[in-house]
Every structure is written in C-alpha cells, then in structure tokens.
C-alpha cells in the first residue's frame, strides 16, 4: 500500500507565527561515583536550536543513542535543560512554575513508542481517555463523555460503544495506538510529539497510522514533531527534517530538498541505511560508515562525525567544531565541505 506525498506542504515557514522555540539547549546528564561526586557528564543534547511554526510538522532523525529522545522529553517538559530556553507561544518552560507547566502539558500532546506499554493495563478504554479530562478539572460528566466520542471517531476506533468498556490486552496494536492518539488529542493540544509511533507495529498497520495522523494535523492545524531514526517514512509526513548526530544538529532541511540532496557525510550514511522496498537488492550490501557513534561523556573534539567519515579535511575537522552554513535557501549543514 502506498501513501501519497502531502497535498499542501509549506515552503514559506518564516512567515507563520513561530509556537515553539529552542534556543542554545544544553542537556547534561550527571555521572556521579557511589552516588556522591560528580565525575563527568553525559550530553545528551548539546548547542540545539530551531524554531517550530503553528501548524507544522517536522522530523528529528538520527540512530539510537543520538539525543533525539532527550530533546523530545526536554520539550515534554520531563527534563530540566542544564542550559538553554524552550519558549512555548512565548513562555518560558523550561524553569517554569507548576502551575505554567500544567498549562503546558495541556497545550502539548505526547504519542509513545510501544502502546501497550503506554495504557495501564487496568483501566478500560473510557477510563483512559477520561483521565486527562478530570486532571484538566472538566468536572461536566456529559460533557467528558461527548470529548471521548469524537475523539474516538476521530481515530476510527468505531463503533464507540464496543471500545469503552474495553481493556489494552482486548485491542489489537493498531487500536492500542489509535487510543494512545486520542488520549493525545483529548484536550486539544496545538502540539503534538510523536517517539516513534509506527516503529512497533507492523507494516499495513503503518499506513493507516501515518494517513490517521497526517488527516488529524491537517483537520486541526497542528504542530508535530516527529521522532524517528526511519527516513523512509518521514517524507510522508513531515515540512521539514532535522539531522542528530550525537547531540548535536548537523543538518536542516525542508524534506524534499534533503532526499535530493543530502549534505552531510552522517546524512548521506542514514539514506544508505533506508530500507530498500525493491526486493532485487534485498541481499545487496550497503556502503556505511565504519566505527559507532562517540561516547557522549568525552566526545572527540571537532566535527563529533569525523572519526568515521571518509571524507575528514585533515587538520581542520578534527580540531574545529564547524558551524552552521547555508549553502542553499533552508538548507543548513554544520560540515567542513560546505564552507563558502
């Protein structure tokens, strides 16, 4: 089954009202011997800043252990920034008080990787999704009971009635994740972070997940941001792609002009690493780089890509952090290659 590309992607970001801003984060995990002194730091997430657009979707991409995670749960609000602000229609979150982060977490929907480990296991389908309604002191019973029709018919998980008083071991994984959705949506959130919705179910099942969510970001004017290291099924979904590589962005890019033309040495590596639907090449060998990704305690000075690029400027990438350039219009790559 195939997807059809988005009908209306937007190329003209910079003149829509900016929703959420990350700004220099810094995100530093303490590494303590015998639970006392501190011995180092994990960074996680190091130097990251974008700006997010109401009612667009994006991409962060990179493989595992690459900070994406860390950044999305510092923009859930479940990590304190060691350094750095995450603006949120113009409030700061990341040292905000309880009673902002609670309006926050209203604002902010989080869709998760595995959804059967996302729904407690002894609450029935009702339950689930009226939970997020009491929090937010909807004290109305009719009225909580009218959000959870909708919101189920939304994602199709009808007829209503033959879910409600159902429990996750009853549904299978497609309606496990359809409810992990609507609990997402329930309060109608301007944003919405997705850690890997698809990755855990299988092949059709992703189809109809990705369409599900692309026709709710279109019908509500949200803003996602995508949380993969697939990028085979971002160009369904997503305005524009962000590259991770250990902690850092190496590479910004509206989504077609990345898959035209990739800049990053890192980037080029996660295409090679796509999987290929065209099964003639399914026993094909791929080029990668050599090596794994640095230990982010004591990452290697320079470019933190360089000890396994083949492409390495002698004397230059091993010693200096590149910046950002912008070799063509939204295209930004911290390489070496692209200086002007």
Same mark, same amino acid.
């Given at each position: 089954?195939v997807?059809e590309?988005p ?9 829509? @009202?900016? #929703? #959420?801003?990350?700004?220099n984060?810094? &995100? +530093? ?19 990251v800043?974008f700006? #997010? ?13 690459c ?25 700061? =979150? ?8 609670? +309006?926050?977490?209203? !604002?902010?929907?989080?869709?998760? !990787? ?8 002894f609450?029935?389908?009702r ?15 009719k009225?909580?009971?009218?959000r ?5 018919? @939304?994602?199709?998980?009808?007829? &209503?009635?033959d ?12 309606q496990q !994740?359809?409810? &992990?959705?609507?609990?997402a ?12 919705? &698809?990755?855990?179910l ?9 369409k ?15 949380i ?11 305005e ?14 509206? =989504? ?9 040495p ?46 390495? =400027? ?6 200096? @952090? ?9 295209h ?9």
């Open positions: 089954m997807i590309a009908s209306r992607l937007r190329t003209e970001t910079d003149q829509r @009202e900016i #929703l #959420l801003s990350i700004r984060l810094h &995100v +530093w995990y303490e590494l303590r011997r015998f639970g006392f002194g501190i011995v180092g730091y994990v960074r996680a997430v190091d130097k800043s700006d #997010l657009h109401r009612g667009e979707a994006i991409a962060v991409v990179g493989e595992s252990g900070g994406k995670s860390t950044l999305m749960k510092t923009i859930l609000g479940l990590v304190k920034p060691r350094e750095g602000n995450v603006i949120f229609e113009g409030k700061e =979150i990341a040292n905000a008080d309880s009673a902002t982060l609670k +309006w926050y977490r209203s !604002q902010v929907g989080y869709i998760q !990787q595995d959804p059967y480990g996302a729904l407690p296991p609450m029935s389908v339950r689930i999704l009226e939970e997020p309604l009491i929090i937010a002191a909807i004290r109305n019973g009225e909580r009971l009218e959870i029709h909708r919101v189920m018919e @939304e994602v199709k998980l009808y007829p &209503v009635e879910f409600l008083g159902k429990f996750p071991h009853m549904l299978s994984g497609g !994740q359809r409810v &992990v959705i609507a609990r949506m329930i309060l109608n959130p301007k944003l919405i972070v997705a850690d890997e919705p &698809v990755s855990m299988d092949a059709s099942v992703r189809v109809e997940i990705l599900l969510l692309r026709g709710l970001q279109e019908s509500h004017n949200l803003s996602f941001i995508y993969t290291h697939d990028l085979s099924t971002v160009k369904y979904f997503s524009r792609i962000f590259v991770m590589y250990a902690g850092k962005l190496v590479e910004q890019s509206p =989504i077609g002009e990345l898959l035209k033309n990739p800049l990053h890192y980037t080029h590596a996660l295409l090679s690493a796509t999987s290929d639907p065209d099964a003639r090449n399914a026993l094909s060998f791929r080029e990668v780089p050599p090596g794994e990704p640095p230990s982010l305690v004591k990452p290697p000075p320079g470019c933190r890509f360089h000890p396994r690029c083949a492409q390495m =400027i002698q004397g230059l990438c091993e010693i200096e @952090e590149p910046p950002e350039f912008t070799p063509a219009a939204d930004r790559v911290a390489c070496w290659l692209h200086k002007p």
